[in-house]
């Protein structure tokens, strides 16, 4: 029985490397294109799959993102019905990830573009306001959400989180989706972070509907999906004052198209998906654990719900 190794946009023999000395005569490990034996593998890690790959492996028993987000697996349609997913949470990830949010953050809050180019100007003023007053909303609260949501209201930011279930984290304004809609959560708040998972719920959440509810003048900070944001929608926003800043590090076409208006928006600030990147030997160590509790018939780790879609 083997484990297939199916990442299209690195190199990850190390990370085999990394499993077969986990695992040592347990299975072997092969990397797409070379799987001699598709009907011996039981396990396979996907990052940007061929479509209808799945097909090959009539074995196939568990799937694992290479990443926190398993939409590309989700929406497969070759995906087994039997086959359960799974997906990398990783102490490194949420480490990246808070830091790239607070560096947003900060640089919202001191207002370090606007120190920047005064520079660029040789010119001495001091902003007024000293520093923007920010009352962040956190949409979306599993591992990465919750992290930051406890990191940012530690640090004194007034912090709002909007979940789907109810929950609870000190010092953190929570609100559920059965409480508050979307659209009333983001009136509470002038910096709106997304942290959400994609399913056919959150795709385009981020639109003029939603926008046109924030204060005049706020920021979004999206390092979740590309597909969450209606792009027009967000031009039109910052056309008509509902926003002022965005942090984007996730695009609906990757990489960004070089026509794209949104390079040269002087209120947006781009960076290539690089939030929060997974570490190839964590994760190979979290598929090496997950191969032998599946063979051993316990509970698997960070396993996903088909229904929930995260
Ligand atoms: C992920 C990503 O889902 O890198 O982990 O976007």
Not at 42 to 48: F, I, N, S, Y
Not at 191 to 206: H, K, N
Not at 226 to 254: N, P, Y
Request: hydrophobic residues 40%; aromatic residues 6%; charged residues 25%.
């Amino acid at each position: 029985m083997s484990i297939a190794l199916i990442i299209t946009d690195r190199d990850v023999r190390l990370m085999r490397q990394t499993i077969d000395d986990l695992l040592q005569e347990e299975t072997e490990t092969w990397i797409y294109p070379d799987i001699p034996e598709p009907a011996s593998v039981e396990m396979a890690v996907l990052w940007k799959q061929p479509a209808g790959l799945l097909q090959q492996f009539p074995n196939l028993q568990l799937v694992s993102s290479l990443g926190a987000g398993v939409e590309h697996i989700l929406s497969d349609p070759a995906l087994p019905p039997q086959a359960r997913i799974t997906r990398i949470v990783d102490e490194a990830l949420t480490v990246s990830m808070r830091n790239y949010v607070l560096m947003c953050i900060l640089n919202r809050h001191k207002q370090t573009h606007l120190l920047a180019e005064q520079q660029r100007e040789r010119r001495w003023k001091k902003p007024d306001p000293i520093e923007i007053p920010l009352r962040i909303g956190i949409l979306g609260m599993g591992e990465l959400g919750g992290d930051i949501a406890r990191t940012l209201a530690g640090l004194g930011f007034e912090t709002w989180a909007y979940s789907r279930t109810p929950r609870h984290i000190d010092g953190v304004h929570c609100c559920s989706a059965s409480e508050l809609s979307p659209a009333d959560f983001v009136a509470r708040v002038n910096t709106l972070v997304c942290l959400l998972p994609r399913t056919s719920v959150t795709e385009g959440i981020l639109n003029y509907d939603l926008f046109r509810h924030l204060p005049p003048g706020s920021a979004l900070i999206n390092v979740a999906r590309g597909a969450h944001v209606v792009e027009e929608d967000l031009l039109r926003a910052f056309e008509d004052g509902f926003l002022q800043e965005a942090f984007l590090d996730v695009f609906r076409e990757e990489p960004l198209p070089v026509t794209h208006p949104f390079w040269t928006h002087p209120g947006i600030h781009i960076t290539p998906h690089i939030a929060s990147v997974t570490r190839l030997d964590n994760a190979a160590r979290i598929v090496a654990d997950n191969y032998r509790r599946l063979r051993a018939g316990k509970d698997l780790l960070f396993e996903v719900g088909r229904e929930r879609g995260y």
